[in-house]
């Protein structure tokens, strides 16, 4: 699932140097999103095994690397969850002071998101939707995702699938977390024009959130959404202010984060802590340790990382294409393929992310520019970031 992405390395003015270095900065986050993706492309490994609707000699203890890769394999569905809150993290960074104060309207927002996340769920839409229809003409019935009909397929069409917050997951399935999470785009826009962005502001809706959660009133998706989300926002504002204090103090609070990190990851592994709340403590001490490790002096690492926090949006949606069409090759028999071997799963994961990266270099920059230079009135949208030194925090 996509966040905005971090502004180009490349600067030509001091103020462009400016946002450029604090892009370098938070090179952190390419990091934890590239391993959202992992955990999201290992959790839905055992996708290989269905027929239909059901798996075929599955065993979840059975998969390539089990030992080591157990918690993405039993919980990789939480990488959702860390994703919504790095989306606070760099929307509360990139755009809440601008839109505060009028500098981004609603129309360059929407425009803005709408260009960056559109082109490519429209493309795997059709895909998915042609390689269905052979799928269900070959078995007669739909593999893995069943709601693809033509109702499902005009709520996916308008980025709307999961709005009704009923489960039915149809076509290419995983879009389903984008779909809620452009409900929370509109909250946030709304909210920081309406100057909801001081830490208790953000504090108290992710009280709010959480609540409404644990009261089990409702089980749509937008609640831990809206948590998670605003949860990175606090972690944003977390951050800068830790910005502001001496390097002492800023390394003794890394190792309390250390320490309480390893403290939580115990207590879940005893089975004390759910998984959820688990990774409600994971995403924001993840982000704010990463923020200070990773900083890399060499350009090239710099780019390396750059271009494995690009892959994220489009391993998101090309890895269930290519498992439809894994099964249509296959003829829908799972027992031909080696899908306990290390080998064919990181096959699987290295063409995702390596038609990832062509895809994100060839569809979604060139469709992204050319979207925004039309409908931005030709002129270029730029790059809105906050003050590489903000002078006071936001609350």
């Known amino acids: 699932m996509p966040a905005a992405h971090l502004p180009s390395s490349r600067a030509h003015t001091p103020a462009t140097a400016a946002r450029a270095d604090e892009g370098h900065a938070l090179l952190g986050l390419e990091v934890l999103r590239f391993a959202c993706a992992i955990s999201v492309l290992l959790w839905h490994y055992n996708h290989f095994h269905v027929v239909g609707a059901a798996h075929q000699g599955f065993s979840v203890s059975a998969q390539p690397l089990y030992g080591l890769l157990k918690p993405f394999y039993e919980a990789g569905w939480l990488g959702v969850q860390v994703f919504w809150a790095l989306s606070g993290f760099i929307f509360f960074w990139k755009y809440a002071r601008p839109v505060q104060s009028g500098q981004v309207n609603a129309w360059r927002f929407a425009v803005l998101r709408f260009s960056r996340l559109y082109p490519l769920h429209l493309l795997t839409l059709l895909a998915v939707a042609l390689m269905a229809w052979w799928y269900r003409s070959q078995h007669g019935a739909d593999y893995v995702y069943q709601f693809n009909d033509w109702p499902h397929f005009a709520l996916q069409l308008f980025l709307a699938s999961d709005w009704p917050g009923r489960s039915e997951w149809s076509f290419n399935g995983p879009i389903w977390s984008v779909s809620i999470e452009v ?53 944003h504002l977390a951050h800068e202010a830790m910005q502001r204090v001496g390097a002492g103090l800023q390394r003794g609070l890394a190792a309390g984060m250390v320490a309480l990190l390893a403290a939580g990851t115990a207590v879940t592994a005893w089975g004390l802590l759910r998984p959820m709340f688990y990774t409600a403590l994971l995403a924001p001490l993840a982000i704010l340790l990463l923020l200070r490790w990773v900083r890399p002096t060499s350009p090239s690492v710099s780019g390396f990382i750059a271009t494995l926090g690009n892959t994220t949006y489009a391993s998101y949606l090309l890895h269930f294409p290519l498992q439809l069409l ?62 590489a030194r903000p002078s006071r925090p936001r609350g």
């Open 183 to 235: 409900l929370v785009y509109a909250l946030f826009f709304a909210l920081c024009r309406l100057g909801v962005t001081r830490w208790w502001q953000v504090l108290g809706l992710i009280g709010l959130a959480g609540a409404v959660y644990a009261s089990k009133r409702t089980e749509h998706p937008i609640v831990l959404c809206v948590f998670f989300f605003y949860l990175g926002a606090l972690t």
């Open 326 to 387: 894994v099964a249509n090759l296959s003829g829908a028999q799972p027992e031909r393929l080696p899908l306990a071997s290390p080998a064919w799963l990181l096959g699987y994961l290295g063409l995702t992310f390596g038609l990832a990266v062509l895809t994100y270099r060839g569809l979604e920059v060139p469709a992204q520019a050319w979207l925004r230079a039309r409908l931005l009135g030709g002129k270029p949208a730029p790059g809105i970031t906050a003050p």
